[in-house]
């Protein structure tokens, strides 16, 4: 029923010390997923198949690289004259290191975008939760029961995502010093108001990336078909920046199986298990299981690289063995040489 009726809202202010060291440098929303995409790609591609042409961006912390992959919103047909992509970024933010999707204290410091708006519906939702959600189904769900908040759950958890009248979300900002509610999830969390607080339950793929071992298993469950098709799907893509680069190239005595390759890589070695992103290049002898290799990292001849996460443009010289686990995953920090020790 869509026709720009929803605000799309993407909080973007979480640091999770859980996912250290991959937010050193970036914010989780930046974090690389999947082969070619960001965390944010996945929740900001769902508003766009559903029809959202204004969305607002709220960082906090290292939001450079959220900036530089995002840039004008050209990939997801939001460079607009009229709406688009907005960033609003707040170094002020009332209570920082909590984990509340959709501060108030945040939102009142940008009012105008709000007051400004056209549309009737807001989706407030974070930026690390890797799904594809039609939020068309969840508003006319939402309208059809009379909820004043709908909350998005998948098997009965909640995703942090949430649709409301924006008339609604603007009473709440005004008022959050007032009833004390400093942010939408404390709204849907107390049983003492008289707003009406539903559920939908979202029964495709949905992964809340909120450690590495969730970020390494979810990567892993990706390798299976069934879970890459329930979140790929051709009817609702994934946008993500384009980049041009060559087909994969596999040598004489390259190897690949039940991995994930993005384009520009250089296979001359084995891939079993694993995730490669663009331009990776695995050198003569080695050996790349149960891993994921960002952008851009060069693994050296007769390297053997089992349970780990290697940050971008990271190097692995010749030879070296590294030895990790799928539940205590460690990571080769981004743009680092790594000879003997990996670090955590």
Not at 17 to 27: D, F, I, T
Not at 44 to 52: P, T
Not at 83 to 88: A, E, H, I, S, Y
Not at 148 to 165: A, F, K, N, Q, S
Request: net charge neutral; proline share 3%.
């Amino acid at each position: 029923m869509n026709n720009n009726v929803m605000l799309g809202v993407i909080d973007a202010t979480t640091y999770m010390e859980a996912m250290a060291p991959l937010v050193e440098r970036r914010s989780i929303a930046a974090v690389p997923f999947a082969g070619r995409y960001r965390l944010i790609d996945f929740v900001l591609s769902s508003m766009v198949n559903s029809g959202i042409e204004s969305v607002a961006i709220f960082p906090k912390y290292q939001y450079r690289s959220l900036m530089d992959h995002l840039g004008s919103g050209k990939n997801w047909d939001l460079n607009r004259k009229r709406d688009g992509l907005f960033f609003f970024p707040s170094p002020d933010l009332l209570f920082s290191g909590e984990r509340r999707v959709g501060a108030f204290a945040h939102f009142e410091q940008h009012i105008d975008y709000f007051l400004r708006s056209r549309q009737k519906y807001a989706v407030i939702v974070n930026s690390y939760t890797v799904c594809n959600i039609d939020f068309d189904a969840v508003l006319d769900r939402h309208i059809e029961r009379g909820c004043d908040v709908t909350r998005i759950c998948h098997r009965g958890e909640p995703l942090e995502m949430y649709v409301l009248e924006t008339s609604l979300l603007l009473d709440l900002i005004a008022g959050y010093k007032d009833h004390g509610y400093r942010s939408i999830v404390d709204v849907v969390c107390d049983d003492c108001h008289s707003l009406a607080i539903c559920d939908y339950e979202y029964s495709g793929y949905a992964a809340v990336i909120d450690s590495l071992a969730r970020y390494f298993q979810a990567s892993m469950e990706l390798l299976d078909r069934s879970a890459w098709e329930q979140l790929f799907l051709p009817s609702r893509p994934i946008y993500t920046k384009v980049k041009d680069e060559p087909p994969t190239k596999y040598g004489r005595d390259g190897n690949v199986k039940r991995s994930m390759i993005a384009n520009g890589c250089v296979i001359e070695g084995t891939v079993e298990n694993s995730v490669l992103f663009r331009s990776v290049k695995v050198g003569k002898g080695a050996v790349v299981k149960n891993s994921i290799v960002m952008q851009k990292c060069q693994i050296g001849d007769g390297c053997v690289l089992d349970g780990f996460i290697v940050d971008k443009d990271a190097k692995i010289e010749p030879g070296v063995v590294l030895q990790g686990t799928a539940e205590r995953p460690f990571v080769v920090r981004k743009g680092t040489v790594q000879g003997e020790v990996a670090s955590r």
